[in-house]
């Protein structure tokens, strides 16, 4: 459940770039980890965030975790339909549970972002 | 592995919540240590969950009238009142092994901790193994959520994480007494009779250590038991410490930020 082709992070996020922005949701082994996502918080539309910062929190059973950006970027739209349906989270994380779309200020810091190979390494060496 | 033992005591719930969260931000910092605190509440306070809506929720009037401080948790979960009680929060790195792996996997290993110190107080417990999610009212201990403590099938002990900057707080609750009346008097409800209602139905749902026990209990006692389950269950090796000057700046810092008027949207 690690698609080629899109970007990770060691945070357990994922952004599919397309020119010059990329959508981001959370990963399969991520929403795995949480449990059934009930709550969902985006950032403004419009806000900026560094590469490693918070973009929001996701409540699931019992448990609110932040969710953070792989690179740094300004947030051009959020995922309307997350705060109605947020197991879509759960459902369809690489599709329908996406969260942000960022414009990113530097493209060279997807370099630093690990290919789904890579990340399938990261999530079978630490075992979460 | 070492941890440091906190008893604050007794504090505001805007204290209690900005202490909880300043450890754990300077521990994403790399400067606090993981840290096992027990705390109690004066003036009585209800917390909310991070998501739940005040509103929809508490009579912010009858919190006002019966002198109980509304503060919104960092954590997860439905409304709770703490009054006497005895509350913990452990506070460590995502891979220390106490709390490593996912949300339930964290939950159940630190569990065994809390069933391992309600024994050694006399109390033989069970875990809860489904998720909360079918209980739907607005009070927390309507309902055990998963792998929450039960004692002949009524609710014990409720508990919430967070998970920030790579470290992970979970603080639970464990009522010493549990006051129904004064917690649904702060509720909101079309009707007395639905309250009464369902306070009735909570009270046959929820149940306190005295309640269990069938003998009074002092905090200092519940504590005692509690880091021994702890320490015992989790390979814990628990040093008495204090708070430090830069947590207390911190802990101050965000109440202000935070809830500076008092006052929750």
Known sequence: MVPEGLLYSEDHEWIKVGGKTGRVGITHHAQEALGSVVFVELPEVGSRVAAGEALGVLESVKAASDYYSPVSGAVVAVNEELPDSPNLINEEPYDRGWLVELELDDPAQLDKLLTAEKYIELISADGK | ?265
């Open chain 2, 1 to 265: 592995m070492k941890w440091r033992l906190l008893n604050t005591g007794n504090r505001s719930g805007f204290d209690n919540m900005a202490i909880d969260e300043a450890i754990m931000l300077l521990q994403a910092g790399g400067v606090s240590p993981p840290t096992l605190r027990f705390y109690g509440w004066s003036p009585p306070s209800v917390t909310l969950g991070y998501f739940q809506k005040t509103g929809e929720t508490l009579d912010l009037e009858a919190c006002r009238r019966l002198g109980v401080d509304v503060v919104r948790r960092p954590t997860g979960g439905r409304a709770v009142l703490h009054d006497r009680e005895v509350t913990y929060s452990i506070i460590a790195p995502e891979e220390n092994p106490a709390v490593r792996g996912t949300v339930s996997e964290s939950y159940l290993r630190l569990s065994q901790g809390l069933v391992l110190g309600l024994r050694l107080l006399g109390l033989e417990v069970s875990r809860n193994r489904h998720s909360g999610s079918a209980a739907k009212g607005p009070a927390c201990f309507e309902g055990p959520g998963l792998y929450e403590l039960v004692v002949n099938g009524r609710k014990l002990a409720g508990s919430a994480q967070c998970r920030k900057g790579g470290c992970v707080l979970q603080h639970g609750a464990l009522p010493i007494v549990n006051d129904s009346h004064t917690l649904f008097r702060l509720l909101q409800f079309p009707s007395e009779s639905l309250r009464e209602e369902k306070r009735l139905i909570y009270c046959q749902k929820a149940t306190s250590l005295e309640e269990a026990l069938g003998r009074p209990v002092s905090p200092e006692e519940v504590i005692a038991a509690l880091a021994g389950g702890f320490s015992q269950a989790l390979g814990m090796v628990l040093e008495p410490g204090e708070l430090t000057d830069e947590e207390l700046d911190m802990a101050l810092k965000i109440k202000l930020e935070k809830y500076g008027n008092h006052e929750l949207e």
